[in-house]
């Protein structure tokens, strides 16, 4: 092991956390075939890292630490709990020397995982918050901040996901080839979730983390692999990394920078170019899916040299096509945004007005954003103050406060 470090070895441990707990989870759970005796091992040996790396050092292997320190706790817990012959069996497998269970074909951990937690088995919003809480390692009221439901819902959600993936015995099976077409919406779904979280955390110290959008692109690659003729996996790969491409100009001073002020010359150009090349191939399997439509809107805004020449009709049939499809409040706001570049400021708060959103903090922002366009000043801050008070990212609260102190 490497010597003790005066640097601040919490936060190490706090890194080393984020990017291994998926992997020390899904190799555990495999290992076991129980998501519970799986995550709590992992907790146990992050538990046992903080007690013994501050004063011994990392370990130069802290992953590989991490996993043989589960797989003892997990062992140490089926021992103590081993007054059942069904406990006696899983405690004899622990020590047998056989190789562990065959992969299947996703041999990557962590995507394994998330394609187990999808089951068909599992409602969407299930599938979604088990692997929110297993791969991000995300706490539950982060994870409830962003379905926009109470803690206590989160936790029994999550509860119960695990309790019929055990009643399943679904851990016990990888999925197999002939699983996959049925798991892959879900897992897509998953993945973009991941992205998102990352993009703009609900809450939390920092307003964007780069590890969990760098992980859901890495998942998305692995998908592209093991699908390759399926367009919705290009399609979410494109938008990820056409919306990735952004990040280096979208915070300044930990402030949010809205796209049209943003300078375009720091947009990483090599994830554009990748973006672009798989939107192309996409359009010639001619196979349009909700993916695919939102990476060609944003494959259009990256095209733009600047704000003045983005090409709005384009966008907004766009936004047109994804409604015929996914006819959601959310993507009809989205349209909205395009038709008040078109047709105005007017037009576009009546189609913003009409939808049931009030509690979502983008069309307050939309709408606080419409009405001080119109000079509509009080009713534009109290919009502003409703979105303010709907989100916790400081980034995006800095920026929504500073539009509404240029009112006052």
């Known amino acids: 092991m490497s010597p003790p470090d005066d640097a601040d070895v919490s936060d190490e441990i706090s890194r080393i956390f984020r990017e291994e707990y ?6 555990l759970a495999r290992r076991f075939g129980d998501l519970d005796i799986a995550e709590e091992a992992a907790g146990e040996a992050i538990v046992a890292a903080m007690e013994r790396w501050p004063g011994d050092g990392v370990p130069p292997n802290p992953g590989g630490w991490l996993t043989t320190t589960g797989h003892r706790k997990a062992i140490d817990r089926i021992r103590r709990e081993s007054t059942r012959d069904t406990r006696h069996r899983q405690a004899t497998m622990t020590y047998d020397d056989s190789p562990p269970p065959d992969t299947g074909p996703v041999e990557d951990d962590r995507l394994r995982l998330v394609f187990t937690c999808c089951h068909p088995a599992l409602a969407p919003a ?5 692997t929110l809480r297993l791969i991000t390692g995300l706490t539950v009221p982060e994870i409830a901040a962003a379905f926009l439901v109470p ?3 989160m936790a ?13 015995k679904v851990p016990y099976r990888v999925p197999r080839h002939e699983d996959l077409p049925a798991r892959t919406a879900g897992v897509l779904a998953v993945v973009y979730l991941v992205f998102n979280e990352g993009y703009l955390a609900t809450a939390g110290e920092e307003s964007m983390r780069d590890d969990l959008c760098e992980e859901a692109i890495r998942l998305a690659r692995l998908l592209r692999v093991l699908l390759p003729r399926d367009p919705e996996v290009a399609g979410l790969l494109a938008l990820m990394l056409l919306t990735h491409a952004r990040r280096p100009a979208r915070l300044s001073d930990g402030v949010l920078v809205p796209l049209d002020e943003q300078d375009r010359t720091r947009w ?9 090349e798989l939107v192309r191939a996409c359009l010639v399997l001619n196979r349009p899916g909700p993916y695919q439509i939102q990476a060609a809107v944003n494959a259009v805004h990256t095209d733009a040299g600047t704000a003045a020449e983005t090409d709005w009709s384009q966008i907004a049939a766009l936004y047109g096509q994804l409604a015929s499809i996914d006819p959601s409040p ?4 989205n349209r909205a945004v395009a038709v008040a570049e078109l047709d105005g400021a007017e037009v576009a708060l009546e189609l913003v007005d009409g939808l049931d959103l009030a509690a979502y903090h ?3 922002a939309t709408r606080a954003d419409l009405l ?4 509509r000043h009080a009713e534009a801050r109290a919009a502003y103050d409703a979105a303010i008070a709907l989100i916790d990212n400081e980034a995006e609260r800095a920026f929504l406060g500073g539009r509404r102190a240029e009112l006052m």
């Open 126 to 130: 299930a599938r979604v918050a088990l």
């Open 156 to 168: 029994q959600r999550i509860t119960r996901a695990k309790a019929k993936i055990k009643a399943a």
């Open 22 to 27: 998926a992997v020390v989870v899904a190799t």
């Open 330 to 333: 959310v993507v009809a706001l």
């Open 151 to 153: 803690e206590t819902t």
């Open 372 to 375: 001080r366009r119109l000079g």
């Open 362 to 364: 983008p069309w307050q």
């Open 268 to 276: 990483r150009r090599d994830l554009i170019d990748e973006g672009h």
